[in-house]
Nanobody, 115 residues
Framework: VPLVESGGGLVHPGGSLTLSCVASGFTFGMYSMAWVRQAPGKDPERVADISNGGRSTSYADSVKGRFTISRDNFANTLYLQMSRLKPEDTAVYYC?????????WGQGTQVTVSS
């Protein structure tokens, strides 16, 4: 189940980035999706979730009001718009889907917030 993230990079504090995750190998529009991040030396943190149709979303308190998760079911693509970025947002960001009992992750994309 390929999940391919892109869009990461180096950004100054207060800046913005948009991450993308292109999915294949399953019926994308039937499944909820999520973004999860992991900073060095820290446990993974579930950043945002979105329902299969995109109408329902939820966010970690740490990103609420700054990040927006969305999806395009015609393009099989998941997005994460990130604004007002902080150094503590530095992490590898992964898209995630659970199909039945199995979890699938992409290879991740690095986001570094630094002046």
């Amino acid at each position: 189940v390929p999940l391919v993230e892109s869009g990461g990079g180096l950004v100054h504090p207060g800046g913005s980035l948009t991450l993308s995750c292109v999915a294949s190998g399953f019926t994308f529009g039937m499944y909820s999706m999520a973004w999860v991040r992991q900073a060095p030396g820290k446990d993974p943190e579930r950043v945002a979730d979105i329902s299969n149709g995109g109408r329902s979303t939820s966010y970690a308190d740490s990103v609420k009001g700054r990040f927006t998760i969305s999806r395009d079911n015609f393009a099989n693509t998941l997005y994460l718009q990130m604004s007002r970025l902080k150094p503590e947002d530095t992490a590898v960001y992964y898209c995630h889907v659970k199909l039945g009992l199995r979890d699938y992750w992409g290879q991740g994309t690095q986001v570094t917030v630094s002046s």
